[in-house]
Every structure is written in C-alpha cells, then in structure tokens.
C-alpha cells in the first residue's frame, strides 16, 4: 500500500491549489481517505475526508466552503481542490487511507488512518 501525495507550491493568499493523492498496491475505492495537515509547532489537523464510495464527505471547520475533495476511480486518486488560500492554510499536506474509519467529524483524526500514509507535500501560502 502506497500514498503517493502532490500538487503543493507557493501561492499567493486568495489563490487556489489542487493537491493530488495517488494510491499504488490498492484500490482507493476500498478505504476511507483524508487530507490532514500540519504546521511548524502545531498538531496534525484533520483537513477532510472522503468515504469509500464517494458519497460522504467531511471538511473541517477551518476548510469548508473553501476546500473541496473528490476521488477518480478511474485513476485511483483523490483530489483536495483549495480556493481562497490564506497565510494560515501553510502546511505540509498529508493523505492517509483506513478501510475502517468513517468519514465524519469523529473519524477525522490521525491515529484512525492506520493504512497508509502519503509522504506529505508542503503548502506555502505567502505574498
């Protein structure tokens, strides 16, 4: 089982990135999968998350309306589409799957993910 996580850069705050999160070794269909980040100094947050059929998703609160995640079973990736970008979205990115957690505000936490995890791919939001 293999993340392979990308798409981060420098953007300039109200711009937009899209980070990607490829799965290798597993059909990304068959998990719960979710973007958390994490800030020099900060704990890991929980970004959002999307169940195995597409049809659940959850943002947390900082994110939503802003953020928007998908999946492509056709390439066995799911997306986090980010608009709005502000100084505080500066992170490393992470996407992590688990067969077994539900997507929802409980569910999003770290130690839930315990399937694999992306190696994390850095978001700069600065002008």
């Known amino acids: 089982v293999q993340l392979q996580a990308s798409g981060g850069g420098l953007v300039q705050p109200g711009g937009s990135l899209r980070l990607s999160c490829a799965a290798s070794g597993f059909s990304l269909g068959s998990s719960t999968i979710a973007w958390f980040r994490q800030a020099p100094e900060k704990e890991r947050e929980g970004v959002s998350c999307i169940d195995r059929t597409g049809d659940r998703t959850f943002y947390g609160d900082s994110v939503r309306g802003r953020f928007t995640i998908s999946r492509d079973s056709a390439t066995n990736t799911v997306y986090l589409q980010m608009n709005s970008l502000t100084p505080e979205d500066t992170a490393v990115y992470y996407c992590?799957?688990?067969?077994?957690?539900?997507?929802?505000?409980?569910?999003?936490?770290?130690?839930?993910?315990?399937?694999?995890w992306g190696q994390g791919t850095q978001v700069t939001v600065s002008s």
């Open positions: 992590a799957s688990d067969q077994f957690t539900l997507c929802g505000r409980a569910g999003l936490v770290p130690y839930g993910f315990l399937g694999g």
